[in-house]
């Protein structure tokens, strides 16, 4: 099966054509990936008019893009013209984008239709004003190409995401899991553990109150004087500090001390908005905001967040009997998390999944290996009739 996907959920527009074949192998036929960030840096955090836009001005020339790496851009000999009743649906979708319309019409008259089988694309959650530019796109080539129209969940995309293994040069295989499956799900947006008793079934034991993790690494580096995105520069300094302990000849002392909120509730729910107020104290306690300060609260503030992630995931794991666990989502890029759970399911005797670095942000291909799997689901029928986006969609 030949899949095309979009993903257009937030700051990144992203589109894979893949090609799946047997036993969870498949080959990349084209996987690209724009990111808006330098756009956003200005304004501290993903402006969500300016995200749409970049959206809208890339997502066409990355289509074109993509079917021309894939081998799938063909001319056709005369140009094919398009219903009445195509056109006046296109007119639908492109209601407020008079310049799409016109490219996905022209690119169906001059070009053959791909030897393409479906077309995934994230509906939710995210941005809404974001997420409906790659839903009219995919909606409308479903419509003109006649292909089967794959609605995907993100975050379902990110659980996916930690399972791709590549093999060679193009070649991947999604990876065999055994359930129950923990899901630990981390980014700018979500902060969720979720449980899976067999595929394509999702419970979410716990979430964030308030603040996501990602939220709270780039909020708390504003405060530190870094530019969106600030959660690398975090995690930089942090690494650097933790170094210094491990190779110093004297115990080196860290006299920053900060909170690990919902450390010892009951329940698998998470609070990070008193860990950055913590930050933000410590911070304006300081007459000056040394590097060596820095360098602390950074390493104290990481372990803090590790520490209440692998508390409530190991709870987790022990009351469920959790045979497999997957880290999915931005954060999961994390140095000091990546290794913290690899120790964890070492102690627990629970394998572990973790993104190649290259997958952790939002992309297209972790869109593409959902959707395959999408086709699959009994109700996948209902869910081709999907008619929307759901900025606030749950995994389940």
Excluded at 163 to 190: A, D, R, T
Excluded at 206 to 221: I, P, R, W
Excluded at 326 to 332: F, M, P, T
Aim: charged fraction near 25%; proline fraction near 3%.
């Amino acid at each position: 099966m030949k899949i095309l996907s979009i993903e257009s959920s937030c700051d990144e527009t992203a589109m894979s054509i893949v090609n799946f074949g047997k036993n969870g192998n498949f080959t990349v036929l084209s996987d690209t990936v724009l990111s808006q960030v330098e756009i956003h840096k200005n304004y501290g955090g993903v402006f969500p008019t300016l995200a749409k836009r970049e959206h809208t001005n890339n997502i066409f020339p990355l289509l074109v893009g993509s079917l021309k790496t894939a081998k799938m851009l063909q001319k056709r000999k005369r140009i094919k013209k398009i219903t009445s009743e195509q056109k006046k649906e296109l007119q639908k979708l492109f209601k407020y984008d008079t310049t799409n319309l016109e490219n996905i019409i022209s690119l169906y008259q001059n070009y053959k239709v791909p030897k393409l089988d479906a077309v995934a694309v994230t509906y939710g959650p995210g941005l809404e004003i974001a997420l409906w530019i790659g839903f009219n796109i995919a909606k409308a080539l479903c419509i003109l190409w006649d292909k089967k129209f794959v609605p995907t969940n993100h975050m379902e995309g990110h659980i996916y995401a930690s399972l791709i293994q590549h093999l060679e040069k193009n070649k991947y295989k999604v990876s065999k899991v055994q359930y129950p499956v923990l899901s630990v799900l981390i980014s700018g947006g979500h902060t969720e553990l979720v449980l899976s008793k067999r595929q394509h079934h999702y419970k979410i034991l716990g979430q964030t109150l308030d603040d996501a993790v990602g939220e709270v690494y780039d909020k708390s580096a504003r405060l530190l004087g870094f530019h969106y995105p600030g959660g690398p520069e975090i995690s930089k300094l942090s690494e650097k500090f933790r170094t210094k302990v491990k190779n110093s000849k004297r115990k080196i002392e860290n006299e920053i001390k900060l909170p690990r909120p919902m450390l010892k509730s009951p329940d698998f729910n998470f609070s990070f908005s008193g860990l950055k107020t913590a930050v933000l104290y410590k911070v304006k306690e300081q007459k000056k905001i040394t590097k060596s300060f820095k360098e602390k609260i950074s390493y104290e503030f990481e372990n803090a967040v590790s520490e209440v992630l692998i508390s409530k995931s190991k709870k987790a794991i022990e009351k469920y009997k959790v045979k497999t666990l997957l880290i999915g989502g931005g954060v999961s890029a994390n140095k000091k998390l990546r290794g913290d759970f690899k120790k964890l399911t070492r102690k627990q005797n629970v394998d572990v999944f973790i993104p190649d670095v290259k997958y952790t942000g939002d992309n297209g291909l972790m869109i593409a290996v959902a959707g395959f799997y999408n086709t699959q689901k009994k109700n996948f029928s209902k869910m081709q009739k999907t008619k929307s986006v759901n900025g606030n969609l749950k995994i389940k």
